[in-house]
């Protein structure tokens, strides 16, 4: 019961991409950088995969310091606990390396704008954000 919504998104998305010619190279491009998440970028992505309670999911596109040496339980327990409801845009990316980024968000949070910026990479042929205590607390508190 659960998958439906992410069943929907994906046949959502890759028909969307379809009509607009974009899906030529989908096969070669998913989840290989943050513009290439089902239409969107990472990490709304990944707050998709959040509101739906999928934080086993979520682990497989985070790394880093933040989660090194803990449980995937400890970590989705984590996350279920994490504030991540508000509303998101991503207003810029720079890439750093052939493997690398740095996106630009803005979110809003009761009436305020913030901007914030995270680290990205390929790691094993997926892209992920970096985590460490200082992108914690910036995206999930």
């Not at 409801?85 to 979110?107: D, E, H, M």
């Amino acid at each position: 019961m659960k998958t439906r919504p992410i069943i929907f998104l994906i046949l959502f998305c890759t028909f969307s991409l379809l009509n607009k010619g974009y899906a030529q190279n989908i096969g070669s491009c998913l989840f290989k950088n943050p513009l290439c998440f089902y239409n969107t970028n990472v990490l709304n992505y990944l707050q998709v995969l959040h509101k739906n309670q999928q934080y086993d999911k979520v682990c497989n596109f985070i790394y880093g310091p933040a989660l090194d040496g803990k449980s995937k339980n400890s970590i989705e327990e984590k996350l279920s606990n994490a504030r991540f409801g508000y509303s998101l845009k991503k207003v810029g990316i720079k890439q750093k390396t052939n493997t690398s980024w740095s996106l630009t968000y803005q979110r809003t949070i009761l009436g305020t704008n913030e901007t914030f910026k995270i680290e990205c990479a390929l790691v094993n042929d997926t892209c992920k954000v970096y985590m460490d205590e200082k992108a914690w607390n910036i995206i999930f508190n």
